[in-house]
């Protein structure tokens, strides 16, 4: 990407950040903290679940944000033989873990637990709150926390979706987690990023009026993004189940969905959706 932009003669900004932003009739001055000023015809938001942007154009987080009842903490550590070459998901009653093979060398680590605090955990408590849920917990779940040293504990959040009335402000739009995140269970956040990328810049290829295409570009994704959001609220609590008599169901209700009628099924009713974007 950082190629093609260079092609493109793109001037891409390193270490600084929008501090403040100023709508006009027909375009949008953007103050850098560094001082820098520029005014564009369009500006995109697409700075992640807790956005800058959309705090600065649409408001507070809060007014968005659709907790799920869950804590995720992510991180990559050495791989583990006991992981073997496919992604293990391990379940307990009311915590589950999910290893990744990243390469022969690394995995990638999931916790997920019940969590009532939508506060976020302070960086330092990361490993001690960890060590605490899993306090007991078998297969590899402990050793790899314990052996994991606070600062490599990357990701650490509350699991959220946000819902948002409009993706859209005058000359200013959002894309993805800034403005519809899935939430990391729906395991479609990188895939819808690109989808949406895509349909964003066709409707901009289309017309030179960028609030009509950015109407255009809401109006063709965002009911299907908002299905997976009440997809992905509906199976929150199967990666956590709350007793063994619920791992026992939702390990046999997940294996009957992904049975190959099933997907057959899907994938047919998919196809007529894929055809008219
Ligand atoms: C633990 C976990 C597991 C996941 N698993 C999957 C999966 O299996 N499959 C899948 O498809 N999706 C998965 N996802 C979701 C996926 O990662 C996200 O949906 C996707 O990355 C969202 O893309 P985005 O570009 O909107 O935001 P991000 O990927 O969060 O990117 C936002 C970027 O903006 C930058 N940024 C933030 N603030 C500023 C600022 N003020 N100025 C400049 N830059 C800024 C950030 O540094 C970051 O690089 C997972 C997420 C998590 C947390």
Redesign the pocket.
């Known amino acids: 990407m950082l190629e093609r932009s260079k092609k493109l003669s793109v001037h891409v900004r390193y270490n600084?950040?929008?501090a403040r932003i100023n709508e006009t009739t027909d375009s949008v001055n953007v103050s850098f903290q560094n001082g820098d000023v520029e005014s564009y015809e369009l500006v995109v938001g697409?700075?992640?679940?807790?956005?800058?942007?959309r705090k600065m154009v649409f408001g507070e987080e809060h007014q968005f944000s659709h907790y799920l009842g869950y804590g995720?903490?992510?991180f990559q550590t050495a791989h583990r033989d006991e992981i073997g070459s496919s992604v293990k998901i391990y379940q307990e009653p009311n915590r589950s873990s999910i290893y990744?093979p990243v390469s022969g060398k690394a995995m990638?680590s999931?916790f997920l637990f019940p969590c009532e605090n939508t506060e976020r955990v302070a960086k330092e408590d990361y490993k001690n709150v960890l060590l605490n849920t899993y306090a007991g917990s078998k297969w590899i779940n402990q050793e790899v926390i314990q052996n994991t040293p606070n600062d490599s504990i990357g990701?650490f959040?509350v699991l959220k979706q946000i819902q948002m009335p409009t993706w859209m402000k005058s000359r200013v739009c959002l894309?993805?987690?800034?403005c519809a995140?899935?939430?990391?269970?729906?395991?479609?956040?990188?895939?819808?990023?690109m989808l949406e990328a895509y349909v964003l810049s066709n409707e901009l290829k289309k017309s030179t009026n960028v609030q009509e295409c950015l109407a255009r570009y809401e109006s063709i994704l965002k009911p299907d993004i908002e299905c997976r959001q009440a997809l992905a609220r509906h199976i929150a609590n199967r990666f956590v189940p709350a007793s063994v008599k619920e791992i026992v169901w939702y390990r046999w209700l997940t294996r009957m969905e992904f049975s190959s009628l099933l997907v057959h099924r899907t994938a047919n009713g998919f196809k007529g959706k894929i055809h008219q974007i």
């Open positions: 600084t950040q929008v697409a700075d992640g679940i807790h956005s800058g942007l995720v903490a992510a990744y990638d999931v990701f959040d894309v993805r987690d800034a995140c899935l939430s990391p269970i729906a395991g479609q956040g990188a895939s819808t990023a």
